[in-house]
């Protein structure tokens, strides 16, 4: 639940301030059988609980008397709390603890937000640089693997970010085409990523650094009432950073290695059509919109 205060349209500072509420009740009840993983078999029943407060606000502040420059400036507090319950039934596995129960909670507070100058060159188009600090809430794991030890699950840390933006926005074509472009890096500290442990041959969760930085081209055409051609083409280079000795030796990780899951190239071709609800009888605010789109994800690694 989000309750917003803006600032009217056209006002000379233009602003948003706010408060934000988010629920999320995971809960996965399971039962898995197998002659050669202990640690798969047994009874599951484990409930992961957020609650997320915010509070938020934003302004944009002209800097001179043409309007050309423009600050932004927004900051947003998050207090989350997450309690995780989880139990454990042993199915009659050798050597498998008979049961184990693990509870815990976490609590963060996050701070974030973002400076931003932009350049207007002219009423269609405009240069912007900006810096953001993010932020994620640590965890608990969706799936206890140590419980038929009688062991906890490791947690995971809260992990921090800055990113760095550079960009152009667009228009054309009396606003009928815009032409976005953006360079940006980010620097990400305590990822959480799920390592393979050679050992165990189980997947837990490690904080390790992350860098990466690339190019994003985003291009919108309306050359007929009605229809709209979207399409865009991003490019990322994504490594891992200052990878601890410990990840480094049970799962072969190493500063440079690609993170995972982070495809190299993606783009996106996308059309739709408006039709009015007149055509079909329908009351003339009312209309049905037919689409189409095609994505592409360059490969990623495991």
């Known amino acids: 639940q989000e309750i917003r205060l803006n600032s009217l349209p056209g006002a000379a500072v233009a602003w948003v301030a706010g408060m934000n509420y988010y629920f999320d009740n995971y809960h996965l009840q399971s039962y898995y059988t197998s002659p050669f993983f202990a640690?798969?078999?047994?009874?599951?029943?484990i409930r992961n609980r957020t609650n997320s407060y915010?509070?938020?606000?934003?302004?944009?502040?002209?800097?001179?008397?043409?309007?050309?420059?423009?600050?932004?400036?927004?900051?947003?507090?998050?207090h989350e709390r997450r309690k995780f319950d989880a139990g454990y039934i042993n199915n009659g596995f050798a050597g498998?603890?008979?049961?184990?129960?693990?509870?815990?909670?976490?609590?963060?507070?996050?701070?974030?937000?973002?400076?931003?100058?932009?350049?207007?060159?002219?009423?269609?188009?405009?240069?912007?640089?900006?810096?953001?600090?993010?932020?994620?809430?640590?965890?608990?794991?969706?799936?206890?693997?140590?419980a038929s030890e009688g062991k906890p699950d490791e947690t995971?840390?809260?992990?921090?970010?800055?990113?760095?933006?550079?960009?152009?926005?667009?228009?054309?074509?009396?606003?009928?085409?815009?032409l976005n472009a953006t360079l940006f890096m980010n620097n990400v500290k305590?990822?959480?990523?799920?390592?393979?442990?050679s050992t165990s041959y189980r997947?837990?969760?490690?904080?390790?650094?992350?860098?990466?930085?690339?190019?994003?081209?985003?291009?919108?055409?309306?050359?007929l009432q009605g229809l709209e051609i979207m399409a865009s083409l991003g490019y990322t280079h994504a490594t891992l950073r200052?990878?601890?000795d410990d990840v480094a030796a049970s799962s072969g990780a190493r500063d440079g290695n690609r993170v995972p899951s982070v495809p190299r190239l993606n783009a996106a071709l996308a059309a739709q059509y408006r039709l009015p609800g007149a055509i079909l009888g329908l009351p003339s605010v009312q209309g049905i919109v037919l689409g189409a789109e095609y994505q592409h994800l360059g490969s990623r690694m495991a």
Request: proline letters at 4%.
């Open 156 to 178: 995971y840390k809260a992990s921090k970010s800055w990113t760095y933006e550079l960009g152009s926005k667009n228009r054309f074509l009396d606003n009928r085409m815009e």
């Open 96 to 146: 498998n603890a008979p049961y184990y129960d693990q509870s815990g909670k976490i609590i963060d507070n996050l701070l974030t937000g973002r400076i931003s100058l932009a350049y207007a060159l002219s009423t269609d188009a405009s240069l912007f640089v900006s810096i953001a600090r993010g932020a994620k809430s640590g965890g608990f794991p969706n799936f206890t693997q140590n």
């Open 190 to 197: 305590d990822e959480n990523l799920r390592a393979l442990d």
């Open 242 to 244: 200052q990878v601890s």
């Open 39 to 45: 640690n798969t078999n047994g009874w599951r029943d």
């Open 54 to 78: 915010a509070l938020f606000g934003e302004t944009t502040l002209p800097l001179d008397a043409t309007q050309r420059w423009s600050l932004t400036t927004g900051l947003r507090y998050t």
């Open 203 to 223: 997947f837990v969760p490690k904080s390790i650094d992350t860098r990466s930085y690339g190019a994003e081209l985003e291009m919108a055409l309306r050359p």
